[in-house]
């Protein structure tokens, strides 16, 4: 997957409490993939303000990130509990 991290505005970037940045994400799976090949989109989560905003009607551009393509999982096994016993979590 890719994003256009220039394209994310400031006022849309939260600042938690423990100092870190976040970012709310929405994607959506395409029914088929399109010309580049890729299988979903990726936007900025709308705000509550916005979702009311369409909700009256008004039309809100998405701000679109990036795309990307989902990859099977040729020849990986999943990880057996044995495998995962000493994580830390």
Request: aromatic fraction near 8%; charged fraction near 40%; glycine fraction near 6%.
């Amino acid at each position: 997957m890719s994003i256009c991290l220039s394209d994310i505005p400031k006022d849309r970037i939260l600042k938690h409490e423990n100092g870190k940045l976040y970012l709310s994400l929405s994607t959506w799976d395409y029914d088929e993939p399109d010309r580049f090949d890729n299988d979903f989109s990726l936007s900025i989560s709308r705000s509550k303000d916005e979702i009311e905003r369409i909700k009256a009607g008004e039309k809100i551009d998405r701000v679109f990130l990036g795309n990307g393509r989902i990859w099977e999982n040729k020849g990986m096994a999943e990880a057996s509990e044995e495998d995962t016993d000493d994580l830390p979590f």
